[in-house]
């Protein structure tokens, strides 16, 4: 998948606003509370990772992306008030690509 990143401040605000605003993960995003009075596990660092690295750095969100219909998306996105999954398990073989069990 192709990463994205946005081209200027105001697609910038209008990804936020689609999906950071909405989304469990930021604390201060969501509610504007201020982002120094926040806890750790309150902000997510996805946001901080795409203005620290370029795109075409491997340390950029693999997480923006575009979708299924070529609109950029994040795909850690919980929506407000769902409860945040538990990360998967980085030494646990997946079983299954795109929802299919691998071949």
Known sequence: MK?????NGTEGD???????????RDKSMR??????ECDDN???PIIAD???YKVSDEKY??????????????????????????PRCTRT?????NGEPAA
């Open 31 to 36: 509610d504007g509370d201020d982002f120094d």
């Open 50 to 52: 795409t203005f620290a």
């Open 61 to 86: 969100p693999k997480e923006w992306t575009y979708g299924k219909y070529g609109a950029p998306c994040c795909t850690a996105f919980v929506p407000a008030g769902d409860s945040i999954p538990c």
């Open 93 to 97: 073989v997946d079983m299954f690509e």
């Open 3 to 7: 990463k994205y990143q946005p081209s």
């Open 14 to 24: 209008a990804f936020f606003r689609d999906w950071c605003c909405k989304c469990q």
């Open 42 to 44: 309150e902000l997510c």
